[in-house]
């Protein structure tokens, strides 16, 4: 896309984005789970996912330094791997993306229904979408500073319904009176690491709005970072508070948030949980669909998809490439409650996909720093991946494993074209 800066996110605006992007509608779900896996020690989980991300983002912060573009991942693959492992980390990203982020929309849409209970879900995930698409049209100078607005209130907003529940709580709202069914224990830890792992997901979609950023070398590694230790302080303590005032009752676990709301804020909490939600949804899928419409982008530029997508508008904006995005999301979701396709198959399919592609990432990275201590950042972060990989359902391991051969077939197709010219 175009060099120039008019129009581009400044660091706050980039940050901001890559928190939407993070931190996810799960967030309300996820500390209640952890808390029913491990007790008291619930928050653990959330710590050991947190330090095992740290050589993966070190790694991220390194080809966003080095080679930003458009095509995120798919660069780095390139410039690390050659376009053979290019082509398949690029079918892997649309695929992936094609699938997750209408699921993403269908759960939100569930808590826009607390607000909008005339909507449907697939209208409501419809809406949502298209606020996205509006979002993308106006320009990411309106977009990102709407971003920046909604991260500032949806941190201040958990963290200030945690705090407040900590502080102003009434004391029959304590565990005083009710056993914690699930006791406080390091296996639990264990079982309750790949629950969380999901709420760690999403720099790797940062990565493919390089091109829209000011200054990017400075902006997106430092975008990276800062959102890690915000996003980190915020899932700890939350998932620390949980799961010290849990009780037994399965509501904390279904609902934990809205439990915390209530426990100082009486009936009007559950209400103002879910506008946060609301407000939640609407900002993930906006930064998500804007990573999204990019990656299409650059498959066109890159000659994957039609090269028509990888033009821009007089604003330097990729609207085909959102335009169409659009139309293939929305037509997933359709597809999707026509065909009666749950969202859990929707996320199984392609939820599992991003690790291979932090995988890619590593074996990059390690080529790149061969014979050099570096290399062992790579080391770690491969063996983190690869046991997070140990936990994949075998229809994910399918379906990402046919997006990888035809990306084998579109590299070696391209590479037999060459040679015959």
């Known amino acids: 896309m175009s060099n120039e800066s008019s129009g581009k996110m400044g660091i706050v605006a980039a940050t901001a984005m890559s928190i939407t992007i993070v931190v996810g509608a799960g967030l309300l779900v996820l500390p209640g789970l952890s808390f029913s896996l491990a007790g008291r020690l619930g928050y653990v989980p959330w710590l050991a996912v947190a330090v095992l991300m740290i050589p993966l983002l070190a790694i991220f912060s390194y080809f966003a330094r080095e080679m930003p573009s458009a095509g995120g991942v798919v660069g780095y693959a390139r410039a690390s791997l050659g376009p053979g492992a290019a082509s398949m980390a690029e079918v892997i990203v649309l695929?992936?993306?094609?699938?997750?982020?209408?699921?993403?929309?269908?759960?939100?849409?569930?808590?826009?229904?607390?607000?909008?209970?005339?909507?449907?879900?697939?209208?409501?995930?419809?809406?949502?979408?298209?606020?996205?698409?509006?979002?993308?049209?106006?320009?990411l100078r309106i977009s990102g500073a709407l971003q920046t607005a909604m991260a500032a209130l949806i941190v201040v907003g958990l963290l200030g319904i945690a705090l407040g529940y900590l502080f102003f709580a009434a004391p029959g709202s304590f565990a005083t009176d009710e056993p914690v069914v699930v006791p406080a224990s390091w296996q639990g830890v264990a079982l309750a690491i790949p629950v969380v792992l999901f709420?760690?997901?999403?720099?790797?979609?940062?990565?493919?709005?390089?091109?829209?950023?000011?200054?990017?070398?400075?902006?997106?590694?430092?975008?990276?970072?800062?959102?890690?230790?915000?996003?980190?302080?915020?899932?700890?303590?939350?998932?620390?508070?949980?799961?010290?005032?849990?009780?037994?009752?399965?509501?904390?676990?279904?609902?934990?948030?809205?439990?915390?709301?209530?426990?100082?804020?009486?009936?009007?909490?559950?209400?103002?949980?879910?506008?946060?939600?609301s407000l939640l949804v609407i900002a993930n899928v906006i930064a998500a669909f804007l990573a999204a419409s990019r990656a299409v982008f650059s498959a066109g530029r890159d000659g994957l998809l039609p090269r028509r997508l990888a033009s821009l508008n007089r604003r330097q904006q990729p609207l085909i490439a959102m335009t169409c995005t659009y139309l293939l999301f929305a037509s997933v979701i359709t597809f999707s409650q026509l065909a009666q396709v749950g969202v859990d198959t929707l996320l199984q399919l392609a939820g599992q996909n991003f690790f291979v592609l932090y995988l890619c990432a590593a074996v990059g990275y390690a080529k790149l720093h061969r014979g050099h201590p570096q290399r062992w950042i790579a080391y770690a972060a491969a063996v983190s991946v690869l046991a997070m990989m140990s936990l994949f359902s075998m229809p994910g391991l399918l379906y990402c494993g046919t997006l990888a051969a035809v990306g084998g077939w579109v590299a070696w197709t391209r590479e037999r074209r060459t040679r015959l010219a």
């Open 95 to 139: 695929g992936t993306f094609s699938l997750g982020i209408p699921a993403i929309a269908l759960i939100g849409a569930v808590y826009l229904q607390q607000i909008l209970p005339g909507l449907s879900v697939p209208g409501a995930a419809l809406g949502t979408l298209t606020v996205a698409y509006l979002a993308g049209v106006v320009g």
């Open 199 to 277: 709420a760690f997901t999403g720099w790797e979609m940062t990565a493919f709005l390089a091109e829209d950023m000011k200054d990017v070398k400075r902006t997106l590694p430092v975008s990276i970072w800062a959102s890690f230790v915000l996003v980190t302080f915020m899932y700890v303590l939350i998932a620390w508070i949980v799961a010290s005032h849990a009780t037994g009752d399965e509501r904390w676990t279904r609902a934990p948030f809205v439990q915390l709301a209530r426990g100082w804020l009486g009936s009007a909490g559950a209400q103002i949980v879910a506008l946060i939600a």
